[in-house]
Nanobody, 114 residues
Framework: QVQLVESGGGLVQAGGSLRLSCAASGSIFGIMGWYRQAPGKQRELVARIARSGSANYVDSVKGRFTISRDNAKNTVYLQMNSLKAEDTAVYFC??????????WGQGTQVTVSS
């Protein structure tokens, strides 16, 4: 059974940092990533990373967020620096197997106070 367990969300002041973690189990994953959904908005891709380490980001977080992964631990991380109020959202971990099955974590709240 596949499980994605997120941790690391919370409340931080603007300009601060948070690190999200997502521990996956039950399969081997190709692409892993983070999405976010703010109130009243659609879920959007924040960043994703292949097993090779190749990553891409949404323009609004480039230079501030860094995605990384530990393949041995089946864990993906999102280091978020210089946080802004507009980064406030529920952040969801996402993982895709090599057979293209997609799984989601339960979400973790990130709130940035201005």
């Amino acid at each position: 059974q596949v499980q994605l367990v997120e941790s690391g969300g919370g409340l931080v002041q603007a300009g601060g940092s948070l690190r999200l973690s997502c521990a996956a189990s039950g399969s081997i994953f190709g692409i892993m990533g983070w999405y976010r959904q703010a109130p009243g908005k659609q879920r959007e891709l924040v960043a994703r990373i292949a097993r090779s380490g190749s990553a891409n980001y949404v323009d609004s977080v480039k230079g501030r967020f860094t995605i990384s992964r530990d393949n041995a631990k089946n864990t993906v991380y999102l280091q978020m620096n210089s946080l802004k109020a507009e980064d406030t959202a529920v952040y969801f971990c996402n993982a895709e197997t090599f057979l293209r099955s997609v799984y989601w974590g339960q979400g973790t709240q990130v709130t940035v106070s201005s």
